[in-house]
């Protein structure tokens, strides 16, 4: 059984401080991997997509991956309260090219004022 | 760019009668959409993979003479829920591949449909 695993939270930061978010998978094929925000009662709106070993930045997020301990994280920088949310990490299954994705159960974000 | 619509928004029918839920990629053609379903404090669980001028791959578990995909072009997927219960009352979403990014995995969702079954 292919998994994504994540702290379902919730993780609370001040505002202005560094929100650090974790993820794990099962698969050791993956090769896409993404981080989706979810705000309550809406529908996942795509934040990164990592391929590589590595950072990757965009904005104020970076996204971290690490295929020999399959493991992602997205780091939050400069916190606001606007990014109070449920994230959601998700692994392409690598054995097949169907595009499908497994998503982890979300971790919930709160950033307090 | 990488528009996704869902209609309806939401609905409410009555237990037995059948909905039927559109997905339209907007701006980009989609040979590939899928199908989630969320529950309440529950991460996405996808329900099936519908792809254009074939039939839809169901996930397991998943009826697929309950949950009816057409996939008639590529721009357009629909869902219809056929003799509804209480219990398929869910957060239906749709998410689609855009047909020049094949080469990566990224799913851009639409707007997800509330379904509520008296």
């Known amino acids: 059984q292919k998994e994504v695993e994540q702290n379902s939270g919730p993780l609370s930061v001040p505002e202005g401080a560094i929100a650090s978010l974790n993820c794990t998978y099962s698969d050791r094929v993956s090769q896409s991997f993404f981080w989706y925000r979810q705000y309550s009662g809406k529908s996942p709106e795509l934040i990164m997509s990592?391929?590589?070993?590595g950072d990757k930045e965009d904005g104020r997020f970076t996204a971290q991956l690490n295929k020999a301990s399959q493991y992602v994280s997205l780091l939050i920088r400069d916190s606001q309260p606007s990014d109070s949310a449920t994230y959601l990490c998700?692994?392409?299954?690598?054995?097949?090219?169907?595009?499908?994705?497994?998503f982890g159960q979300g971790t919930t974000l709160q950033v307090k004022p | 760019g990488a528009v996704v619509s869902q209609h309806p928004s939401w609905v409410i029918c009555k237990s037995g009668t059948s909905v039927k839920i559109e997905c339209r990629s907007l701006d980009f053609q989609a040979t590939t959409m899928f199908w989630y379903r969320q529950f309440p404090k529950q991460s996405l669980m996808l329900m099936a993979t519908?792809?254009?001028?074939?039939?839809?791959?169901?996930e397991q578990g998943v009826e697929k003479d309950k949950f009816l995909i057409n996939h008639a072009s590529l721009t357009l997927s629909t869902l219809t829920v056929t003799s509804a219960h209480p219990e398929d009352s869910s957060f239906y979403i749709c998410?689609?591949?855009?047909?020049?990014?094949?080469?990566?995995?990224?799913?851009?969702f639409g707007p997800g449909t509330r379904l509520t079954v008296l």
């Open positions: 990592i391929y590589s070993n």
């Open positions: 998700a692994v392409n299954i690598g054995s097949s090219n169907t595009g499908k994705l497994i």
């Open positions: 519908s792809n254009e001028g074939s039939k839809a791959t169901y």
């Open positions: 998410s689609a591949r855009d047909l020049k990014e094949l080469h990566t995995d990224t799913q851009y």
